[in-house]
């Protein structure tokens, strides 16, 4: 039994600012799994590629991350394309992996799987309410809210989503994806309609202004960290996340929780690729701003 489960995709990213453009392995499956690297959890990654990029899976078993591999034709290809205003992006998809299989996580037991889809069918539903079974599933909405158009990426429907999100105990989206997914465009009231829908805990992220969390019937406003530089802001939902499900397994209350995610976003977004740094310096910024109040 591990504590904490990740499944989703490794992609072969392309990042484009107004700076720079970065070649690099990305997807939730790859920032989630760094901050968790040699900390006092029982984490597992699950992902599908294809072999000649298993050199990502190997840069991840190098950090002492175990990983589990389901064989992929392809791996999925993304182009994120970031405006100045770094909250904003187009994306472009150039290639797909294989769907997850139950199969490969049949044997896979976990207090928490979070699932990261990148696109539509990267999950079938059997598959969400097989995992519900075994532990409590946590969802990155993201994937579920994509078409990819001649290679580019808009916004859809999910028609799945009040059957598959009955199985889902902690859902994360930033608040254009809540009011895709809900059609509602008060936050608060889009976000009470998921939890009716059985969604026990709704994370919603809104860059650099910010996330909130509901549960229980009660909003958590959660403030952002200024970042001491802006580099990258690739993967900084998926960083928060790992922030998020480490803190709440570890028995941290909503607000707890959040706040240590949006630190660990910050050190993330102050340096190119995934976080690297240590668990304890989030803490450090905690402990700075916390001096300044």
Known sequence: MVDICCVGHITSDKVVTANTTLYMPGGTAYYFSFPLAGSDVNYLLVTALAKEDLRYVAELEHRHIAVKVQDSKHTVCFENVYETNTDFRTQYVSQKADAFEEATLSAVDAKIFHLGPLLADDFSVPLIRALAAKGRVSMDV??????????????????????????????????????????????????????????????????????????????????????STLVDATGCGDTYMAGYLYQRIKGADEQQAGRFAAALATLKLESAGPFQGALEDVHHLLDQHSSKA
Do not use: C
């Not at 158009?149 to 028609?159: L, M, N």
């Not at 859902?171 to 254009?176: I, N, P, V």
């Not at 998921?194 to 959660?222: C, D, L, P, R």
């Open 142 to 227: 993201q994937g579920y809210l994509r078409v990819v158009q001649d290679g580019k990426v808009f916004q859809a429907t999910w028609p799945e989503k009040q059957e598959a999100l009955s199985y889902v105990d902690i859902l994360k989206a930033d608040e254009t994806e809540l009011r895709t997914l809900t059609g509602v465009e008060d936050i608060k009231e889009a976000a009470a309609l998921v939890t009716a829908w059985g969604v026990k805990e709704v994370v919603i992220t809104n860059g650099s202004q910010g996330s909130m969390i509901y549960s229980k019937g009660v909003f958590h406003g959660i403030p952002a960290f200024p970042p």
